[in-house]
């Protein structure tokens, strides 16, 4: 299945010749590199996750938004950029359009990471972990548009699945609601980012790249006109324990309540701290998932190209 990329869009020439030819392209986004981790390890990790991409037979497509034009594969000095600016603005998909007509740099979310690989043509998406449903969402309301752009943009999001600090039960439900289809790579249990489980259970699961390139060109091919949330556990060797990561995530979240921290700002103070709290621990498990999920997305993405 082949889509011409939107004309807004700007495309590095490796991208553009793959998705012309077919050849597997895996989308990755700009806000982990600039909200996720501390600098140097983000840029570092986004060129090794690059270069897992391309050692797995793929193009790398890291998307943000550079001067007012979404693009779709970066340079190394705009890795760098991205890692080293703090002042990069957090975009999601809401904010494309004012980045877009005041000319700035933006790091893409999950959500506009999504949403703009769709325009260029690319299926295969890999993160770290998803947005979701906070805690005390019954109150605040506050629920990731990364669960709203997976009701509605046909990409499969290759994650170690919702972000530990999140309400995952209620984050599954609300996919459930949306119609979204959530599936265990290797697993009967949904991931928790750090932990390889969560005590809850994922509502299918499969096994190889090639079932889950089958289970993209089912969906897509019947224009469902939703994304598929591939949960792909953190090896187990590099896993935090939940006792471990729980005590951290609660001392966090009451530091965040304190500060008054809100919105879209809450994520990346919740992740930086949990780094400090946890003594570094957090960042090496983070790494670690985020190459897992490179290797296996790209895996997927091979098939999927393959099955075309």
Known sequence: MTTTPHP???????VREALAAGRPVVALESTIISHGMP?????????????IVRDGGAVPATIAVIAGR?????SDDELEMFGADGGIRKVSVRDIPHV??????GATTVASTMRIAALA?????????????????????????DLTELSRTEVAVISAGVKSILDIGRTLEVLETLGVPVVGFGTDEFPSFFSRTSGLPVPMRVDTPEQVAELMHASFGLGLGVGISIANPVPAEHEMSHEDIDDVIARALAECAEQGVTGKDI?????GRLVELSDGRSLETNLALVRHNARVGTAIAVAYAATA
């Open 267 to 271: 994520t990346p103070f919740l992740l």
């Open 70 to 74: 979404p693009t779709v594969g970066l």
């Open 121 to 145: 043509g690319i299926r295969t998406f890999v993160t770290g972990g998803l947005g979701g449903v906070h805690q005390g969402a019954e109150t605040s309301m506050d629920v990731s548009a």
């Open 39 to 51: 600098y140097p390890a983000n840029v570092a990790m986004a060129r090794e996750v690059e270069q």
């Open 8 to 14: 807004m869009l700007s495309l590095a020439p490796e």
């Open 100 to 105: 877009l007509a005041t000319g700035v740099h």
